[in-house]
């Protein structure tokens, strides 16, 4: 599966602002993967920010994870009706500043890496679209 990310922008200290992940092709149903939203500062790794498990099937319990640095302030969701996902981040700070990608893997390998979900198996990631929080 194939997504792309929207939404970013530059933006003020405190405020919000909502990324969305969809599929590229409309025969893919995001519903049946788990999609995690990662994020790069500038001159740093990429990481972790939040995870929504499928939906659907057997692993299908739409579980959420996030990274200890945006508990409480970010929320992510399916909106089944737009195969999207949405990454709704409220207070931005400006550590929250890099380019944010979204991509999609098998529900069972974030099952397998439990806590770790940022180490399963995410074979398909999108372009990025930046965020840039100002103080």
């Known amino acids: 599966v194939q997504v792309v990310e929207s939404g970013g922008g530059l933006v003020q200290l405190g405020v919000s602002l909502t990324l969305s992940c969809a599929a590229l092709?409309?025969?893919?149903?995001?519903?049946?993967?788990?999609i995690g939203w990662f994020r790069q500062a500038p001159g740093k790794e990429c990481d972790g920010a939040a995870c929504?498990?499928?939906?659907?099937?057997?692993?299908?319990?739409?579980?959420?994870y996030y990274a200890d640095s945006v508990k409480g302030r970010f929320t992510i969701s399916r909106d089944d009706a737009r195969n999207t996902i949405h990454l709704q981040m409220n207070d931005l700070k400006p550590g929250d500043t890099g380019v944010y990608y979204c991509?999609?893997?098998?529900?069972?390998?974030?099952?397998?890496?439990?806590?770790?979900?940022?180490?399963?198996?995410?074979?398909?990631w999108g372009q990025g679209t930046q965020v840039t929080v100002s103080s």
């Open positions: 929504l498990m499928s939906g659907e099937g057997t692993t299908g319990d739409g579980r959420t």
């Open positions: 991509a999609a893997a098998h529900p069972n390998s974030v099952l397998w890496a439990g806590d770790n979900w940022w180490q399963a198996d995410f074979g398909s």
């Open positions: 092709s409309a025969g893919f149903n995001l519903a049946y993967y788990a």
